[in-house]
């Protein structure tokens, strides 16, 4: 399965700014239907900063009882990025996502500008899709042993 990430991963991301208020940020992951917002660079907007996700908003503020129109995306995101770039493999990938326990990796080129993310439920797919081929080619093995021994 020597598959790189940039033949699978998303390539349009969204962002905010760290000044973006948790609610606003909140609000875009509703509305894509996403569940991590990558948070870049406020001046060049292409250098990843951080990362903020659902879990953050609720851990960080919801469970306490907290106003997301008072914070910002910068008071709770994760600085801590796990980087990965655009030829790395998919089995490496999902090495690092489970050395780092992390559930998705900002994807960076070479001068460390946003080009993709991946989750891990879209390297779980891409396993799942081999597995499936895998089950395949053993069901054929035996269909093919099958016609030659009639």
Known sequence: MPT????FATVIVAVVEPETT???AAQLMRRHHIGA?????AAQKT???GIVTDRDLVLALMAEGLDPAMFTVGDIMSVELVLATPDMDAMEALKL???QRV???VIVDDVKRLV???????LLELVARELAALAAAAMGARDREFEQRK
Do not use: S
Request: net charge positive.
């Open 116 to 122: 993709g993310i991946v989750a891990l439920e879209d």
């Open 22 to 24: 948790a609610q606003v």
């Open 37 to 41: 917002l990558v948070v870049v660079d």
């Open 47 to 49: 250098t990843p900063v």
């Open 103 to 105: 559930r998705r990796l």
């Open 97 to 99: 996502m489970r050395v």
């Open 4 to 7: 790189r990430l940039k033949d």
